[in-house]
């Protein structure tokens, strides 16, 4: 069964600092990786895609993608108490479907 | 303002009782998803449809049916079948078709629970 794997923390950082959030994922063949921010009661909100190994930047965030070893990141700099949620990382399969984690829940305080 | 619109907000369902769930999209995207999230899970797929008028079960399809019958459309009934209703469920689109290369994009969601 094709999984994607993430800490649900609580990760705790304190305010401006970098928060480092992790996802593996089980599909060697996906191709397509995704951040959503979802905050309690509301829906998920991309934050980022990335499709190439490597970074990519936006902002305070830097997604950061190893297909070696199937592991996707998410930097957040400067990190703000408005950015205290639950991330969560999507994968797509080979059936064209995304795979979600079960989200890592950010704590950033003052 | 351009979006998906996913109505009502909050939603109760007696035992033994159908009820529906809009989701309405005013994108162009040609294709539209259902999820149902639980406390502490993924979100996990339940239907989705690439053109009007056909549609896909996902992985957790059971107790649930939807139509497309206009592209702007893609309501979800939660039938008596579904034992255990009681989630968030949120309404998907992406413009081309169900390549999952593509940024899915969410409405507000609708949370049901059990009179």
């Known amino acids: 069964q094709k999984e994607v794997e993430q800490n649900s923390g609580p990760l705790s950082v304190p305010e401006g600092a970098i928060a480092s959030l992790n996802c593996t994922y089980s599909?060697?063949?996906?191709?397509?990786f995704f951040w959503y921010r979802q905050y309690s009661g509301k829906s998920p909100e991309l934050i980022m895609f990335?499709?190439?190994?490597g970074d990519k930047e936006d902002g305070r965030f830097t997604a950061q993608l190893n297909k070696a070893s199937q592991y996707v990141s998410l930097l957040i700099r400067d990190s703000q108490p408005s950015d205290s949620a639950t991330y969560l990382c999507?994968?797509?399969?080979?059936?064209?479907?995304?795979?979600f984690g079960t989200g890592t829940r950010l704590q950033v305080f003052p | 303002d351009g979006g998906i619109t996913q109505s009502p907000k909050y939603l109760f369902r007696k035992e033994g009782q159908n009820v529906t769930l809009s989701c309405e999209q005013n994108?162009?995207?040609?294709?539209m998803y259902w999820y149902r999230q639980d406390p502490g899970q993924g979100l996990r797929l339940i239907y989705y449809?690439?053109?009007?008028?056909?549609?896909q079960k996902g992985d957790i399809a059971e107790g649930y049916s939807v139509s497309r019958e206009k592209k702007e459309s893609f309501p979800l009934t939660v039938t008596s079948a579904q034992k255990n209703p009681t989630a968030f469920y949120l309404c998907?689109?992406?413009?081309?078709?169900?390549?999952?290369?593509?940024?899915?994009?969410f409405g507000d969601g609708t949370r049901l629970s059990i009179l």
């Open positions: 599909d060697r063949g996906s191709q397509s």
């Open positions: 990335i499709y190439s190994n």
């Open positions: 998907a689109s992406t413009e081309f078709g169900t390549d999952s290369n593509q940024p899915q994009h």
């Open positions: 999507a994968v797509n399969t080979d059936t064209d479907k995304l795979i």
């Open positions: 449809s690439q053109i009007v008028n056909d549609f």
């Open positions: 994108l162009n995207h040609d294709a």
